[in-house]
């Protein structure tokens, strides 16, 4: 999984990370989350080295991670500071923990495995013309790219969202092409009528599509509706990839709306994503065939040009060859 770890993965709602330790997975390994004496975020295998328990079912004190079990502290860079059976004991660099940083952007923490690990970008985020509010986390019984993958078809608006996002009568597609960027790539000229394109609208209309794919476990939507001149939604969509076949998703919405209350947009947002779930803890095989497995037809450009990014970009974690 070395490819894996040149990337930041999203691990937890900032805010929910207090005075107490929170228990993550991501990757297939297990991760204890705390802030330690300065308020900085800090991560590290949720497992003590003394006896291998569970350092999450612990406590933070004075910033410090205690095991639940002996005692033994442990501070923001993983240095074991005490061992209360041994007080006069100074333990050695090999009874500390393998600590990696945390960042704070898009209203999450995450994770950098690598110390050059990289954030996906959201361009929105910097606008000051639109809201920003975070909708999830949601734990989903499939495997990360076959969530990114939902999120940028288009053919099945007027069959899994139909009366929302689309309906029977208007599922052609016209042509659309795709782009390779440094980052991943972009889908433009894509078109969908949808009945209620946003939580504001109020009748059916045509709405301009684009997709841009940040990293392999994230992506951009960028939404504008004829009929709401000077309306925009860029939604960002960040998947942690918990192991091969669950996930954890939070979309990042970036609104033009400021009228609708926080609840309403997230009321919104969870009609259409729990519309999805059930169908994509429904595929099989639960992770994503990059080469083989499954047809295609010419409305599965982003699809094609998706799997065939993972492939170039050595991705083997929640993938089929």
Not at 27 to 36: A, I, P, Q
Not at 137 to 161: K, M
Not at 222 to 233: A, F, I, V, W
Not at 286 to 295: A, D, H, W
């Amino acid at each position: 999984m070395t490819t894996e770890r040149r990337f930041a993965h999203p691990v937890l709602d900032a805010p929910a990370l207090g005075d107490a330790p929170v228990a993550v997975r991501v990757l297939g390994d297990d991760l204890v989350l705390w802030r330690d004496a300065a308020g900085t975020p800090r991560a590290a295998p949720d497992r003590c080295p003394h006896r291998g328990t569970r350092l999450s079912l612990g406590r933070v004190c004075e910033g410090q991670i205690e095991c639940p079990y002996h005692g033994w502290r442990f501070d923001g860079a993983g240095r074991c500071v005490s061992v209360p059976a041994l007080p006069a004991f100074v333990p050695p660099d090999s009874h500390g923990l393998a600590t990696h940083r945390l960042s704070e952007a898009h209203g999450l923490l995450w994770l950098h495995l690598e110390a050059e690990a990289r954030l996906p970008s959201f361009t929105a985020e910097a606008d000051p013309k639109l809201r920003k509010l975070n909708v999830g986390p949601y734990e989903v019984a499939a495997s990360a790219p076959r969530i990114v993958e939902n999120f940028l078809d288009l053919a099945h608006f007027g069959f899994v969202h139909e009366g929302w996002l689309g309906d029977r009568a208007h599922t052609v597609l016209d042509d659309y092409r795709t782009e390779p960027t440094a980052a991943g790539f972009v889908a433009s000229g894509c078109r969908a009528w949808q009945p209620q394109s946003n939580r504001l609208s109020s009748e059916g209309s045509w709405v301009d599509y684009r997709y841009e794919v940040t990293s392999p476990w994230s992506a951009v939507l960028t939404k504008l509706p004829e009929k709401q001149d000077g309306y925009r939604d860029e939604i960002a969509l960040f998947v942690c990839p918990v192991d091969e076949e669950h996930s954890r998703v939070w979309f990042r919405m970036a609104l033009t709306d400021f009228d609708s209350s926080d609840e309403q947009i997230r009321a919104f947002q969870h009609t259409i994503f729990t519309q999805d779930q059930p169908v994509l803890e429904s595929q099989r095989p639960k992770r994503l065939p990059l080469s083989s497995g499954e047809v295609h037809c010419a409305a599965d450009r982003s699809s094609a040009a998706y799997r065939r990014f993972l492939r170039e970009s050595g991705i083997t974690f929640g993938v089929l060859p």
